[in-house]
């Protein structure tokens, strides 16, 4: 049986009838078309469903829709503004941390994240955060960069 | 892979949650955080009828720290454990081992009581608990009991839970003044890492005598289910803190596990790996209860 939820969504709010059984990923690619976050592993081990659920980074294929209610859920596709990209995103372009892209949304959130509670991370508390999220183009080096060139010009 | 199909169910309190489980019996599943229950339901080794949500219930998402007796519920998330400034200060080696389970995104899902019902031999967080004296109290409607942590496990992935039985919260005391613990993992890479072997030592020193008053070795990934070394323990009650003994206490804990080869690491390998870092580790917890005494 399907249950109603209340919850915002990159700032926007939204009401939706959810089935029990889908992930909080289901619905956003599924259901509302925000195909932005990726369904890598689905099952918490890649890190590219990364969104953040009130501001903390979780994986979205382990998240149950019906959970996100009253909820803020930001995904990449909020990190946008009407004044363009997000730094953080201009970062990882200027630095080539996007090779093959797949991990690039959980990246960003994670990293997104980081930056939010901790403004100045060592290289070591950078690595540690995104160790959840991983690149099999490994190019680990730029993403780490690209983070810690955001907090310079901070 | 979606999700097999359920009837959902969010209880708002203990007792409602008790009563679902009654009627539902083994139909039911118990959520929390789903780190690995909906994987196990994904991969279609578990397909409940319903699923019972426990995350809407407060009691089990809290800590209370008031009084000598401390209780952390189930519900509460590997992160809060991990970052709670209490927790940190009185049982810094569960906050060490919470920040080495999964990934930070994991962390902010997963659930302590759910670390501990899964029945891991190599959960994280249990061997720290059992190295602090941790209890588990259940409850099923109308009864409750409360049994040391180690009794809870039976083997990979069995408990003694009860069908209708919830693990409300875990039960600690104040460690005494003079004790100290320590966890250590070894796994492969540091992040998303099912350990190698893993495992806390636990001493409560003497703080005149500097004699070992009480001491618990517990070892993950090195049999059945998270053990204690009981022989370990009991060739350091009642000495003093020495390299040699340390060596020995080792030697004893190597001699007391019974792992198992697999695709991380060898019996062998376990065992040696044991010996190692259960005499690094002792060493390490009395270093630190050296350099707190030396400041107080």
């Known amino acids: 049986m399907k249950k109603t939820i209340h919850l915002s969504i990159n700032r926007s709010a939204y009401t939706v009838d959810v089935e029990p059984h889908w992930t909080l990923l289901d619905l956003l690619r599924d259901e509302l078309g925000l195909p932005g976050t990726k369904r890598g592993c689905d099952k918490g081990d890649c890190g590219t469903c990364t969104v953040l659920v009130d501001g903390k980074p979780v994986n979205a294929c382990l998240y149950l829709a019906v959970r996100a209610n009253r909820k803020k859920i930001l995904t990449v596709e909020g990190l946008e503004t009407g004044e363009g990209l997000h730094p953080l995103q201009k970062s990882f372009l200027k630095n080539g941390a996007v090779q093959c892209g797949f991990c690039t949304p959980g990246m960003l959130m994670t990293s997104v994240s980081l930056l939010e509670k901790n403004p100045d991370p060592t290289e070591e508390e950078v690595r540690s955060a995104i160790s959840g999220n991983l690149c099999r183009c490994t190019g680990y080096q730029h993403i780490v960069e690209a983070v810690m060139s955001v907090k310079e010009k901070k | ?296």
């Open chain 2, 1 to 296: 892979m979606a999700l097999p199909r359920f009837q959902y169910h969010e209880p708002t309190s203990l007792a409602e949650a008790c009563q679902m489980l009654r009627a539902l019996g083994k139909e039911a599943a118990l959520l929390a955080g789903g780190t690995d229950l909906l994987v196990k339901m994904k991969n279609r080794e578990l397909l409940p009828k319903s699923v019972v949500s426990l995350m809407e219930i407060d009691e089990m998402r809290q800590f209370n720290f008031s009084g000598k007796g401390k209780s952390i519920g189930a519900c509460c998330t590997v992160s809060q454990i991990a970052e709670s400034a209490q927790i940190r200060t009185t049982f810094p080696a569960l906050a060490s081992a919470a920040g080495h389970l999964g990934s930070p995104a994991v962390r902010n899902l997963g659930t302590i009581g759910g670390n501990a019902v899964t029945a891991s031999p190599a959960a994280d967080l249990p061997p720290a608990l059992i190295a602090y004296g941790a209890k588990a109290r259940l409850k099923r409607e109308g009864q409750e009991r409360v049994l040391p942590l180690e009794q809870l496990f039976r083997g990979p992935g069995a408990t003694n839970i009860g069908v209708d039985e919830i693990l409300v919260d875990f039960q600690l005391e104040q460690p005494p003044e003079g004790s100290v613990a320590e966890y250590f993992k070894l796994g492969h890479r540091r992040a998303l890492q099912c350990s190698i072997i893993n495992g806390a030592c636990f001493l409560a020193l003497n703080h005149r005598s500097g004699v070992i008053e009480a001491a618990r070795v517990v070892l993950g990934a090195v049999a059945p289910t998270v053990v204690r070394a009981v022989s370990t323990e009991r060739i350091l009650t009642g000495e003093r803190p020495s390299s040699k003994l340390f060596l020995e206490a080792g030697k004893a804990a190597a001699r007391e596990c019974t792992p198992i080869d697999d695709l991380r690491g060898s019996a062998d390998y376990r065992r040696d790996m044991i010996q190692v870092l259960t005499t690094r580790t002792l060493q390490n917890a009395v270093e630190k209860s050296r350099n707190h005494f030396a400041r107080v």
